[in-house]
């Protein structure tokens, strides 16, 4: 159980996750519950600024993880259902299925997931790639995205980028820097989906402390 104050409204999620055994390389995992987030529809360098009522997810995942020599596979399925649908201010119910990957062997990783359903704020798919260095401390960054539904039904440009990631150990605080340049790829979508989209770069940069 768990409770979240979002835009001052207190909101209570219920959460089951049971993870069976078969052998000792191989389970299979359930989820069952549900919680909440803000949806955004606006172009990212807006989203810092624009808040909305928090959107409701029912979410069910079956999936399946397998530890290999030197690394893992991990494959979910799963279904979500948005009760109501707040990002566009109404109360419409979406749903959305889909699948999602993560393949690790030592020191490269690639994760993805397709999606079916046009839920406005959401990606229909995605894919990552990283390769790190020896010490597992950073490595390099890159990947492709579809681009963004809007509320009335159009999706911008697919989305690419590229960047780096470093971990510092500093005492007993440990450091994570990273650096991600984006930029919206020259097909699919619709190129009038923002007065930028076609010039669209975005270069990000991030420093997280944990304790």
């Given at each position: 159980m768990r409770l979240d104050v979002i835009n001052g409204q207190v909101k209570l999620?219920?959460?089951f996750f049971k993870k069976f055994f078969?052998?000792?390389r191989t389970a299979f995992k359930f989820y069952l519950g549900n919680g909440h987030q803000i949806l955004y529809v606006y172009p990212l360098l807006l989203e810092p600024l624009i808040l909305r009522k928090a959107t409701t997810i029912y979410t069910a995942i079956a999936g399946v993880e397998r530890l290999m020599e030197h690394g893992y596979?991990?494959?979910d399925f799963y279904l979500k259902y948005y009760n109501p649908y707040t990002a566009a201010?109404?109360?419409m119910e979406r749903y959305a299925m889909g699948m999602d990957f993560t393949i690790a062997l030592e020191r490269i990783q690639a994760s993805g997931s397709v999606q079916k359903g046009n839920v406005p704020g959401?990606?229909?798919w995605m894919f990552n790639f990283a390769q790190f260095d020896r010490q597992g401390r950073g490595g390099v960054l890159v990947g492709l995205r579809d681009g963004i539904l809007d509320e009335d039904g159009e999706r911008s440009r697919p989305v690419g980028y590229a960047g780096i990631s470093r971990t510092y150990q500093v005492g007993s605080i440990v450091l994570n820097l990273g650096f991600v340049y984006y930029v919206r790829l020259p097909f699919g979508g619709n190129s009038q989906f923002f007065a930028y989209d076609g010039t669209f770069l975005?270069?990000?940069i991030w420093i997280k402390g944990y304790f």
């Open positions: 999620s219920a959460r078969m052998g000792e596979a991990d494959m201010d109404s109360v959401t990606a229909r975005l270069p990000v």
